[in-house]
């Protein structure tokens, strides 16, 4: 079992910056692999970036590919989301997810384990 909590969320100016944090507790995070999908209102959940367990391989989606960095550092049992140069399509509640193993995967349902969220607005 993990147990996910995700901040860092807020309001935020098209352009501007946000860093998201999950932090992990319970077992051993680099067993893990992590994703960050987000869910913006009448709008189904979808991946944004994932990482492997140890850091070695990203994956974004297309729409934010070049502005958001995904991260972790086991030591500290965290991931980071850096989003950079957000814009309004940005606005959504981003959830943390895990999973076991190495393998990055995009759809939500290969995720067991997931945060409660953090609601991210942007303003035109």
């Known amino acids: 079992q993990v147990q996910l909590v995700e901040s860092g969320g807020g309001l935020v100016q098209a352009g501007g910056s946000l860093r998201l944090s999950c932090v992990a507790s319970?077992?051993?995070?680099?067993?893990?692999?992590l994703g960050w999908f987000r869910q913006a209102p009448g709008k189904e959940r979808e991946f944004v970036a994932g990482i492997s367990s140890y850091g070695y391989s990203t994956y974004y989606a297309d729409s934010v590919k070049g502005r958001f960095t995904i991260s972790r550092d086991n030591a500290k049992n965290t991931g980071y989301l850096q989003m950079n140069s957000l814009k309004p399509e940005d606005a959504a509640v981003y959830h943390c997810a895990a999973r076991t193993g190495t393998k990055i995967y995009t759809t939500r349902m290969e995720y067991g384990y997931w945060g409660q969220g953090t609601q991210v607005t942007v303003s035109s």
């Open positions: 319970g077992r051993t995070f680099s067993s893990y692999t």
